[in-house]
């Protein structure tokens, strides 16, 4: 008995660590500023950024999810021409559509189109962002498909009652861990036209 409650402590405590490990992580996060604070969102400028994409076939959060992310992950994690390991960072954007959809990663800013390994899979593109005004809105938890819907809903409303003006589709930034339980960190942007 003494045993087995000895295990379950261990355990427990393992997982205590590895939370606040993930809580208190340091990982590069793609850099923005706040034009605005309002009720329900916020307005934000992001610069230029440097991201590995993939386009696929999949129309709902779960399998552009697992798939997209295997690939990228196999990239970064030396399936380049480098076989260096390149650092993961946050957050993870995914244009969810009926059809194709994409999801990129940021890439380090550390990295330019010189010094970044070319990925070894032909369908991950390297491409650098735009500058862009976006409206966010935040969620917490884990993601799906109907928070991913109801939460864009809910910024479209926003967006309208403030008369302001957006274009494109809604996406979704996607800030944690798989296994990371508590500090869970959601987001919907679309992009605004901002004088």
């Known amino acids: 008995m003494k045993v087995i409650l000895y295990s379950i402590t261990i355990v427990f405590t393992l997982f205590i660590i590895s939370q606040l490990y993930f809580k208190m992580a340091k990982t590069e996060t793609q850099p923005y500023r706040i034009i605005k604070t309002e009720k329900d969102y916020e307005l934000r400028l992001y610069p230029p950024a440097m991201m590995a994409t ?26 380049n ?21 994409s999801m990129s990663f ?32 935040k969620f917490s938890g884990y993601a799906d498909d109907k928070d991913i819907k ?19 589709n809604f996406r979704f930034l996607g800030y944690n861990a798989p296994y990371q339980f508590w500090g869970r960190k959601n987001e919907i942007i679309v992009s605004v036209r901002w004088n």
């Not at 779960?62 to 997209?68: D, I, M, R, T, V």
Request: no cysteine; aromatic share 10%; proline share 4%.
């Open 54 to 79: 993939i386009s696929m076939n999949a129309n709902t959060y779960k399998e552009l999810s697992s798939s997209g992310f295997r690939k990228l992950a196999s990239f970064i994690f030396g399936g």
């Open 81 to 101: 021409n480098a076989n260096k390991n390149i650092a993961m960072t946050t957050p993870v954007h995914m244009d969810i559509n009926d059809s194709l959809s």
């Open 106 to 137: 940021v890439m380090p800013s550390d990295f330019n189109k010189q010094n970044l390994p070319k990925p070894n899979d032909a369908s991950i593109i390297i491409k650098t962002s735009t500058e862009e005004y976006v409206a966010a809105i």
């Open 150 to 168: 109801k939460y864009a809903v809910k910024l479209e409303n926003a967006l309208k009652a403030s008369s302001l003006e957006y274009y494109g």
